[in-house]
């Protein structure tokens, strides 16, 4: 099962794993937008309309898969957008909208599906995030939050479901050509003069680069599925040269930054106890 196959990465690995002769169900908000993928695949492609902001909807979803299909071996949480604003600049409803879907959402798929998986005691998860769940920049401090929400939520539900047999992978693409930054981006209408230089900038080179990003999102697709179909699939996946960069960046930077203050650190270590007796 996989969210948000309307377009996009979701649609990608969708008709990745039809191609290869898996059974998907192929699910987006309009049923509309993936029912083409029914008709090319035939009973191997099950189209149905998921909103993962309404729980009905999701536990409607889930029990037609597990119906149709027995039971529901591999879930991608991949529905998600994103949304440009300085921090001041933030619309308090557009914010808990997309807290909404790129948090609460993927946790109410989760404990849909979850039962299932622990009857059988198997079963893959593959929440997406982004590198952005590894690093922030300006303009999309928002969008970076429900990652970060979404690698920690991930981490621990990987350490729980693990003596389960269910393996959690949380899969971290650099710049994909989707329509993330185009269509599918939301942003404040406010715009304030003093966040022009960092924010604002940002905002536009975000928009200006939507088409023209470095990564593929059908070898993005293939590279998911290796992983889904590993003995052992990774905690974390990154996918693209510039993630990888940017992780390499990251972790160095905080190496430095932990070294370069480790004596104060420590400072904050209580006394030993002293020996009882």
């Known amino acids: 099962m996989i969210t948000g196959c309307s377009s996009g990465l979701g649609r990608s690995l969708a008709e990745y794993a039809l191609d290869r002769g898996d059974r998907v169900a192929v699910t987006a908000r309009d049923r509309a937008t993936v029912t083409d993928l029914a008709a090319r695949y035939g009973d191997r492609a099950l189209a149905l309309s998921l909103d993962v902001t309404d729980p009905p909807s ?8 597990e119906q149709t299909y027995g039971c ?9 957008y994103g949304y440009l604003a300085a921090i001041e600049e933030g619309e308090d409803t557009a914010v808990r909208a997309l807290y909404e879907t790129n948090v609460h959402g993927v946790v109410t798929v989760l404990k849909a599906v979850l039962p299932g998986m622990r009857a059988r005691r198997s079963g893959r998860i593959v929440n997406v995030s982004s590198f952005g769940g590894l690093a922030a920049f300006a303009a999309t401090g928002y969008y970076h939050a429900t990652k970060f929400a979404l690698e920690g939520l991930s981490e621990s539900l990987a350490a729980e479901v ?16 989707t329509q993330w930054a185009g269509k599918s981006m939301q942003q404040s209408p406010t715009r304030l003069d003093d966040y ?15 088409g023209h990003q470095p990564g593929d999102p059908v070898r993005a697709a293939a590279a998911i599925a290796t992983v889904v179909d590993a003995d052992v699939p990774p905690l974390r996946l990154l996918l693209g040269s510039d993630a ?16 370069a203050n480790e004596a104060l650190t420590r400072s904050a270590d209580a006394e030993p106890l002293a020996a009882a007796g």
Request: hydrophobic fraction near 40%; proline fraction near 3%; aromatic fraction near 0%.
């Open 58 to 65: 999701v536990t409607a979803a889930v029990q037609a898969c």
């Open 162 to 177: 693990a003596p389960l047999g269910i393996a959690v992978t949380i899969v971290e693409p650099g710049g994909l050509r």
């Open 244 to 259: 990888l960069a940017g992780a390499r960046a990251r972790l160095d930077r905080t190496r430095r930054e932990t070294d």
């Open 196 to 210: 022009e230089q960092t924010a604002g900038k940002r905002r536009d080179s975000t928009l200006a680069v939507s």
């Open 72 to 80: 529901i071996d591999v879930l991608v949480n991949n529905a998600g």
